[in-house]
């Protein structure tokens, strides 16, 4: 079969090297587990990507969606520490889904807060599609996550922690399990950080990173890591053939 798609060519390799790089990791991870560990850091691949706050009638949204990744949903991002292991540089997406607002903004004493809820997505394809290396859910509208910074600055941040909040981490490749923590840090904050009319943080654009944290427990077992780089090994070579059937000369 001749594979021509470049668009499916190149998600194909991106995938498989995501999926390569998170093997290595699990073989380098002991099995025991790991408390208060790095699950995921990650920051932005393209810098020019942007992170959208919109208020509307006095409620606010983050989203991922309109940039570049080929699927205008997710941002791409470069993973450089994966369930405690540093130095790493897996290619994955970065996906909002309804990280809303569930409270007025305050100020205190220069600061700005104000409660969210949704969840984030770290994957393998975009738009939440493809392995799932960290999807974080903060939705007890109790116990929110906060996005906070300062009144007229250029940067804040969006943390949750588990306990005292509700925040549920989950992987492909580990069981995480509390103390949880996230911290997404948002740089270049345009226009600058603030409070609208209506009472929530107004719309901003900006760029962002993300830490998150819990004790990690890495499952996948001899036979399902197995099975795992059997896939691999067959995208690779699906890869492979394509490139030979496209150097091949047609033949008379």
Same mark, same amino acid.
């Given at each position: $079969?001749?594979?021509?798609?470049?668009?499916?060519?190149?998600?194909?390799?991106?995938?498989?090297?995501?999926?390569?790089?998170?093997?290595?990791?699990?073989?380098?991870?002991?099995?025991?587990?790991?408390?208060?560990?790095?699950?995921?850091?990650?920051?932005?691949?393209?810098?020019? *990507?942007?992170?959208?706050?919109?208020? &509307?009638?006095?409620?606010? &949204?983050?989203? =991922?969606?309109?940039?570049? *990744?080929?699927?205008?949903?997710?941002?791409?991002?470069?993973?450089?520490?994966?369930?405690?292991?540093?130095?790493?540089?897996?290619?994955?997406?970065? =996906? !909002?889904?309804?990280?809303?607002?569930?409270?007025?903004?305050?100020?205190?004493?220069?600061?700005?807060?104000?409660? !969210?809820?949704?969840?984030?997505?770290?994957?393998?394809?975009?738009?939440?599609?493809?392995?799932?290396?960290?999807?974080?859910?903060?939705? *007890?509208?109790?116990?929110?996550?906060?996005?906070?910074?300062?009144?007229?600055?250029?940067?804040?941040?969006?943390?949750?922690?588990?306990?005292?909040?509700?925040?549920?981490?989950?992987? *492909?490749?580990?069981?995480? =399990?509390?103390?949880?923590?996230?911290? $997404?840090?948002?740089?270049?904050?345009?226009?600058?950080?603030?409070?609208?009319?209506?009472?929530?943080?107004?719309?901003?654009?900006?760029?962002? =990173?993300?830490?998150?944290?819990?004790?990690?427990?890495?499952?996948?077992?001899?036979?399902?890591?197995?099975?795992?780089? $059997?896939?691999?090994?067959?995208?690779?070579?699906?890869?492979?053939?394509?490139?030979?059937?496209?150097?091949?000369?047609?033949?008379?």
């Amino acid at each position: $079969m001749k594979i021509s798609n470049p668009r499916v060519i190149s998600a194909a390799r991106s995938q498989m090297r995501s999926l390569v790089c998170a093997c290595g990791v699990l073989i380098l991870f002991c099995s025991a587990a790991q408390a208060g560990s790095t699950v995921i850091q990650f920051s932005q691949t393209n810098p020019a *990507d942007i992170v959208t706050a919109t208020d &509307t009638a006095g409620v606010t &949204t983050l989203s =991922t969606a309109g940039n570049a *990744d080929g699927a205008g949903l997710s941002i791409a991002v470069t993973i450089s520490n994966f369930l405690g292991v540093p130095g790493l540089a897996i290619p994955a997406f970065e =996906t !909002f889904v309804g990280v809303t607002s569930t409270a007025a903004a305050v100020s205190v004493s220069g600061q700005v807060f104000q409660s !969210f809820t949704g969840t984030i997505e770290v994957t393998s394809g975009p738009g939440g599609l493809g392995t799932n290396f960290l999807t974080a859910t903060f939705t *007890d509208t109790s116990a929110a996550g906060v996005l906070g910074g300062t009144l007229g600055g250029t940067q804040a941040q969006l943390t949750a922690t588990g306990p005292p909040q509700s925040l549920l981490l989950t992987s *492909d490749f580990a069981t995480l =399990t509390a103390p949880t923590s996230m911290t $997404m840090g948002f740089s270049n904050v345009t226009p600058p950080f603030g409070i609208a009319a209506d009472g929530s943080i107004a719309s901003f654009t900006a760029q962002n =990173t993300g830490t998150f944290g819990a004790t990690i427990t890495p499952i996948p077992e001899p036979a399902t890591l197995g099975m795992g780089c $059997m896939a691999l090994a067959f995208v690779s070579l699906a890869v492979r053939c394509n490139r030979r059937f496209r150097r091949k000369p047609a033949e008379a």
